[in-house]
T-cell receptor, first 111, second 115 residues
Framework: GIQVEQSPPDLILQEGANSTLRCNFS?????LQWFHQNPWGQLINLFY???GTKQNGRLSATTVATERYSLLYISSSQTTDSGVYFC?????????????FGQGTILTVHP | GAGVSQSPSNKVTEKGKDVELRCDPI?????LYWYRQRLGQGLEFLIY????????KSGLPSDRFSAERTGESVSTLTIQRTQQEDSAVYLC?????????????FGPGTRLLVL
């Protein structure tokens, strides 16, 4: 099946810093989602982005489907950005929504 | 509107007991998914329901696990004769049609601890 690798596994920042999280996948995809899992375990949808670029406030994401990677950018980080960031994909040609998740990037933002 | 809801939030049980976990999808969503998240890990797919089609059970780890869904509403995930390795967070998600090109929305999860 499709493999999803996220990097870095851990990231520690000072408040106000910028960061880039990466997601590599091993095959073509027709769905890619970024999630933030907060300290209470809730998975929050950030982006649905199988290709192209999207922005939402301080967060933006770019997926280059032909090169099989996606990037999540966090600018001017805040302590509330702390948590685990997951990339999840659905392999191209799959007719329904069985998401395959990466192992996540643990982000800690210090005040 | 209301998001995906799950109950109970937390469940502590003894090894060998059966447990039932419940999921209420977003109203109007025809597709429902169960995932499991072990401590420090990403999510693993368990089972998928779409409308009245036969569910995809390919992710269920053993025959102790089963799930049901009535129409396009509530789903229950049942774990029989629980084992300590079943301890995990069980998350439910729903989406509008179940196709591969739409957003899945997750509930808050049920944290299961098997002693």
């Amino acid at each position: 099946g499709i493999q999803v690798e996220q990097s870095p596994p851990d990231l520690i920042l000072q408040e106000g810093a910028n960061s880039t999280l990466r997601c590599n996948f091993s095959d073509s995809v027709n769905n890619l989602q970024w999630f933030h899992q907060n300290p209470w375990g809730q998975l929050i949808n950030l982006f649905y982005i199988p290709s192209g670029t999207k922005q939402n406030g301080r967060l933006s994401a770019t997926t280059v489907a032909t090169e099989r990677y996606s990037l999540l950018y966090i600018s001017s980080s805040q302590t509330t950005d702390s948590g685990v960031y997951f990339c999840a994909v659905i392999a191209g040609g799959t007719s329904y929504g069985k998401l395959t998740f990466g192992q996540g990037t643990i982000l800690t933002v210090h005040p | 509107g209301a998001g995906v809801s799950q109950s109970p939030s937390n469940k502590v049980t003894e090894k060998g007991k059966d447990v039932e976990l419940r999921c209420d999808p977003i109203s109007g969503h025809t597709a429902l998914y169960w995932y499991r998240q072990r401590l420090g890990q990403g999510l693993e797919f368990l089972i998928y329901f779409q409308g009245n089609s036969a569910p995809d059970k390919s992710g269920l780890p053993s025959d102790r696990f089963s799930a049901e869904r009535t129409g396009e509403s509530v789903s229950t995930l049942t774990i029989q004769r629980t084992q300590q390795e079943d301890s995990a967070v069980y998350l439910c998600a729903s989406s509008l049609y179940g196709g591969g090109q739409e957003t899945q929305y997750f509930g808050p999860g049920t944290r299961l601890l098997v002693l």
